[in-house]
Structures are given as structure tokens and as C-alpha cells.
């Protein structure tokens, strides 16, 4: 199992994770572009369970395209965007890529939103894409 550990750049908040991702994607949606300044946000979803953090995140709460509650996690200090809880995905933390301290342990699965996507923005063009979210 690879060593998923990281947090935020002032170090206020640290995790580790005592699991595999259940999947890692680009994700083109809107929010992610607002909150990286960017095209898209690079993710990792784990099962909250298998979470461990230290400092405490400041949350802030919107509505998701579904219309069901997104919660997202960053340092309140420095900033650093950490984590979206997502209600149309209970008990399952979506992390930040960035914030790893090993990023290359992010290895991209998929692109999502890409109904959103920016023509600026590429992306790996072999990887699977999904206008929303893949099929369940």
C-alpha cells in the first residue's frame, strides 16, 4: 500500500490515509476550477474511515449540480484547498492531489465534468471522460 500522507502548506493541518483510493480523476466542474484557480482539480477519493487529520479544516458548504450539499475542507492559515465531502457520496473524502506529500502518487483514472471543461485546459486525451460522473 502506497504511503498517502500530506496536508496543508503552513503544516496547521496534516492527514494520513490507511488505504487505497477508491478513485482518483480530474475533475473539470466548476467548483474545482473556482477553488484551484485553474481548469480542473486533480482528486483522490478515499473512504472517510481510513482518515486520519490533525488541525483543524474550515468548511464551507454549497449546493452541487445534484442539488445535494458539497462541504469543502481547506486551511483557514495558509489557505490550501484540502478536501470536498460530497452528500451524493456518503463517508468518502475526495483529497486534493496537490496537497500529498508524494503528489506523484496520484496515477488519474478518469476525466470528469468534462461538459465544463475549459478549451485552455488539456488534459491526457486517452483517459476516459464524463460529461458528470461516470455511471455507478
Same mark, same amino acid.
Given at each position: 500500500?502506497?504511503?498517502?500522507?500530506?496536508?496543508?502548506a503552513?503544516?496547521?493541518?496534516?492527514?494520513?490515509? $490507511?488505504? *487505497?483510493?477508491v478513485?482518483?480523476?480530474h475533475?473539470?466542474?466548476?467548483?474545482?476550477?473556482?477553488? /484551484?484557480?485553474?481548469g480542473h482539480?486533480?482528486?483522490?477519493?478515499?473512504?472517510?474511515? $481510513?482518515?486520519?487529520m /490533525?488541525? /483543524?479544516p /474550515? *468548511?464551507? $458548504?454549497?449546493?452541487a449540480?445534484?442539488g445535494?450539499?458539497?462541504?469543502?475542507?481547506?486551511?483557514?492559515?495558509?489557505?490550501?484547498p484540502l478536501?470536498?465531502?460530497?452528500d451524493?457520496?456518503?463517508?468518502?473524502?475526495?483529497?486534493?492531489?496537490?496537497?500529498?506529500d !508524494?503528489?506523484?502518487?496520484?496515477q488519474?483514472?478518469?476525466?470528469?465534468?468534462t !461538459?465544463?471543461?475549459?478549451?485552455?485546459?488539456?488534459i491526457d486525451? $486517452?483517459?476516459?471522460?464524463?460529461a458528470?460522473m461516470?455511471?455507478?
Amino acid at each position: 500500500m502506497a504511503d498517502y500522507k500530506g496536508g496543508c502548506a503552513c503544516r496547521s493541518i496534516r492527514y494520513e490515509i $490507511a488505504a *487505497e483510493p477508491v478513485l482518483m480523476a480530474h475533475c473539470q466542474c466548476r467548483d474545482c476550477q473556482e477553488q /484551484t484557480g485553474g481548469g480542473h482539480s486533480s482528486v483522490l477519493a478515499f473512504p472517510m474511515s $481510513a482518515v486520519k487529520m /490533525t488541525g /483543524t479544516p /474550515t *468548511e464551507y $458548504a454549497s449546493t452541487a449540480d445534484s442539488g445535494k450539499k458539497k462541504t469543502r475542507g481547506f486551511c483557514a492559515v495558509c489557505g490550501s484547498p484540502l478536501y470536498t465531502l460530497l452528500d451524493s457520496m456518503p463517508g468518502v473524502l475526495v483529497l486534493k492531489a496537490s496537497t500529498l506529500d !508524494d503528489p506523484s502518487l496520484f496515477q488519474p483514472q478518469m476525466t470528469l465534468y468534462t !461538459d465544463r471543461g475549459l478549451p485552455w485546459d488539456h488534459i491526457d486525451p $486517452a483517459l476516459p471522460r464524463f460529461a458528470k460522473m461516470p455511471p455507478a
